[in-house]
């Protein structure tokens, strides 16, 4: 349930969104099987350290996404999950928290010289 104006409510059924939560999960597995199945290449900084603030990025807009739109897709509602059951005050608005961390970390991944 979502409220809307004026208290009341409307009621909101879960997509599976497939498609969205596979592309999302591709997103966050392929660079994480790219650098496991990769030999140890000397490749530059500066480019490692934008690939991980571009990804703490993405993950950030979805911990966003996931309090805004949780109904889209399975991958918005774990998400959520985890706000509400795996975090020290456990609520949905700790998915702003979330949010707030990883823009810190990856635009300080961003800026890093």
Known sequence: MREAKFGNFEVVKNQPGRWLGGAILFV???P???AL?????????R???????????????????SYYIP?????FRG????????SAPGSRKMAFFYFGLCM???IAAL???
């Open 111 to 113: 800026f890093h010289q």
């Open 37 to 45: 199945t990769r030999q140890a290449i000397d490749h530059s900084y």
């Open 32 to 34: 994480q099987v790219y």
């Open 104 to 106: 810190f970390i990856g």
């Open 28 to 30: 966050l597995v392929a």
């Open 79 to 86: 998400f959520l999950w985890f706000c509400e059951r795996a």
């Open 71 to 75: 109904e889209r897709s399975f991958v």
């Open 47 to 65: 480019a490692g350290q934008l690939l991980i603030g571009l990804y703490f990025l993405f993950v950030g807009f979805i911990f966003l996404f």
